[in-house]
């Protein structure tokens, strides 16, 4: 294996300790990825513990997300691979199944708005709290594929976004590295609950 691969997959090991830490990857669910400077994607094994990864759980597969050393990747790899095709520039793709994405998307049915938080600046590319950014919720489903398809037409016909909520699900977030992937699923938890609590209030 590469160094930079040795890097990346430490990367996401530490990713997941922190994210388990945080009561938003239970059980085995969530999967995270990272692209080499060579194209290949690590990425975790499919049904692995995300706060006690190691780097024997962070795998590689190609482009297209097919397996390079004859692990089974993630059963979401094509959610991965569909975003580093769209964003040359993404090096990193994290995806938390967190409470406050989960309670949301029971909430509300098509999209969040986030407006006017402080730590809207938290995500890449965004300046000032004056900001209004939508967060769409797509459908769970089982056939992965199709829902790449439907994530791609969406961002298609309403442009660029920093993130997507799977409904019941979790949610999908993406930076040039882990490390500022990672500041997304943070700030954009901390929005997620915020909101959570504020919808769940109006309509009690």
Same mark, same amino acid.
Do not use: C
């Given at each position: 294996m590469t160094d930079d691969y040795s890097q990346r997959a430490q990367d996401l090991v530490e990713a997941g300790r922190f994210i388990d830490s945080r009561g938003?990857? =239970? +059980? @085995? &669910?969530?999967?995270?990825? +990272? !692209? #080499?400077?060579?194209?290949?994607?690590?990425?975790?094994?499919?049904?692995?513990?995300?706060g006690r990864l190691t780097q024997a759980d962070i795998m590689l597969v190609d482009a297209e997300g097919r397996s390079l050393d004859g692990?089974? =990747?993630?059963?979401? @790899?094509?959610?991965? @691979?569909?975003?580093?095709? !769209?964003y040359p520039e993404v090096g990193a793709?994290?995806? =938390?199944? &967190? =409470?406050?994405? @989960?309670?949301l998307s029971r909430l509300l049915t098509k999209e969040v708005v986030l407006e006017n938080y402080e730590l809207l600046k938290a995500l890449n590319g965004i300046r000032t709290h004056a900001t209004r950014v939508t967060i769409p919720i797509f459908a769970n489903d089982q056939e992965i594929p199709? #829902?790449? !398809? #439907?994530?791609?037409?969406?961002?298609?016909k309403h442009g660029d976004v920093h993130a997507y909520i799977i409904a019941s699900h979790g949610f999908y977030t993406w930076g040039g590295n882990v490390g500022e992937a990672l500041r997304q699923v943070e700030a954009l938890e901390f929005m997620f609950d915020i909101e959570s609590r504020l919808h769940g209030a109006l309509t009690a």
């Amino acid at each position: 294996m590469t160094d930079d691969y040795s890097q990346r997959a430490q990367d996401l090991v530490e990713a997941g300790r922190f994210i388990d830490s945080r009561g938003w990857v =239970p +059980a @085995t &669910s969530g999967n995270f990825s +990272a !692209r #080499l400077a060579d194209g290949r994607i690590a990425i975790t094994v499919s049904g692995r513990h995300k706060g006690r990864l190691t780097q024997a759980d962070i795998m590689l597969v190609d482009a297209e997300g097919r397996s390079l050393d004859g692990q089974t =990747p993630s059963a979401e @790899t094509r959610l991965h @691979t569909a975003l580093y095709q !769209r964003y040359p520039e993404v090096g990193a793709v994290l995806h =938390p199944h &967190s =409470p406050g994405s @989960t309670l949301l998307s029971r909430l509300l049915t098509k999209e969040v708005v986030l407006e006017n938080y402080e730590l809207l600046k938290a995500l890449n590319g965004i300046r000032t709290h004056a900001t209004r950014v939508t967060i769409p919720i797509f459908a769970n489903d089982q056939e992965i594929p199709r #829902l790449a !398809r #439907l994530v791609n037409d969406w961002m298609d016909k309403h442009g660029d976004v920093h993130a997507y909520i799977i409904a019941s699900h979790g949610f999908y977030t993406w930076g040039g590295n882990v490390g500022e992937a990672l500041r997304q699923v943070e700030a954009l938890e901390f929005m997620f609950d915020i909101e959570s609590r504020l919808h769940g209030a109006l309509t009690a």
